[in-house]
């Protein structure tokens, strides 16, 4: 897709009173692709067991099916861009929240194992889609004077679909008696909790019904007219709408569609500045972040915590997601980028330090020792909160200031690739690793977290108060 950064604001109309509620309103439609996102991503932690103990697997196709799921991610991501272009966003919306539909109900009905990694990568088509529309749409609808408070709505979606989605499934697993296989509305309770999710699914394709196109879509395809309605609907009616039009035009014809080849050069092969891109990707994910959300149900239970327990905790630990979340919105324009990636990398590298400690005991009657039970318990608490407050929004906000304009799109699209490759690797690697030594596995987390630091400080620099043309 191509840029959404427009011409200098002046005179950009700041929404009036009387329209705000309904910008919110439209923002809040388009955020309902982050909830998805966030719902779909997780809401597998509360089908892992289930899944190996009814197809009999071990552990790396286990993982393989928890996994495949970043593929289809991959794809949509890559290919929303080109489509929304093509058919507009909205229209984009509405493919997404169909493949949502199709992968909850056909994840709720597997007849094989086969099939279910199937429905998981149409899922994950659908998660790629709305990762990329959803902040797309809304910085070309939002007012100026608003995009950065409507555009935060995307992440704080994201993180409430996490949590809901772990408060379902640990509803839906005390309604089947505590057991991930009891029978609930005909069909086991895992099922169950896959095919809630086409609730969601089906009110973001009704909510797309009710949300104007983007201005700026609508002004590629020559429909000027309706890009002036929309512009007075979000903006205010006394804007100008000629000058806010001519501003949008002028804004796309000036973009250069960055490439791959805009990229190259260094010693390395890339630029400098993209390897800093997808070194924050990577940190990101290889401090094992996700194992938290598609395991940490898995991970209770395999030190003794019973099943409606470790649900509950996976559920305490995604409303701890959203505290974290909301503090990084509050400070990562205060504070800065930079030493909130540090802070939050420092409390990373503690609280998983502490989790390795405490899963290297033996256990006992199938039990962690309590003391060591409760210092894991809320070492993995810790772990989220500072990942949230920093690494979770900072490496997103960074990633679309520091690179220069003439590589902007290109480099985001690799650095969010990368990202998606590293997510790959830690959420397929966890089940075998932690078979093999869950402490060390977490050792690993902890050396990835701790080597960060110096990362942040040799690699990174700070982007807050900066105009996006100064980035060079």
Known sequence: MTSTAQAPQSGAGTAHPEHLGHVIFIAAAAAMGGFLFGYDSSVINGAVEAIRDRYDIGPAALAQVIAIALIGCAIGA??????????GRIRCMQIAAVLFTISAVGSALPFALWDLAFWRIIGGFAIGMASVIGPAYIAEVAP????????????????????????????LLNAAGGNQRGHLMGLEAWQVMLGVMVIPAILYGMLSLAIPESPRFLLS????????????EVEGKNTDLDKRVAEIEHAMKSEHRSTFKDLLGGGFFFKPIVWVGIGLSVFQQFVGINVAFYYSSTLWQSVGVDPTQSFFYSFTTSIINIVGTVIAMIFVDRVGRKPLALIGSVG???????????????????????TQGWVALIAAHVFVLFFALSWGVVVWVMLGEMFPNRIRAAALGVAAAAQWIANWAITASFPSLADWNLSATYVIYTVFAALSIPFVLKFVKETKGKALEEMG
């Not at 608003?146 to 509803?171: D, H, T």
């Not at 395809?221 to 007075?232: M, N, S, Y």
């Not at 990373?348 to 309590?370: C, N, Q, R, T």
Request: no cysteine; net charge positive; glycine share 10%.
């Open 221 to 232: 395809v020559g429909k000027r007219e309706r890009a002036k309605e929309i512009l007075a």
């Open 78 to 87: 890559a290919t929303a861009g080109r489509i929304a272009d093509r058919i």
């Open 144 to 171: 100026p004077a608003y995009r950065g408070r409507l555009g935060s709505f995307q992440q704080a979606a994201i993180v409430v679909g996490i949590a809901i989605s772990q408060l379902v499934n640990w509803g």
């Open 348 to 370: 990373m590298a503690v609280g998983l330090a502490l989790e390795a400690w405490a899963f290297s005991y033996h256990l006992v009657d199938g039990k962690l020792p309590a």
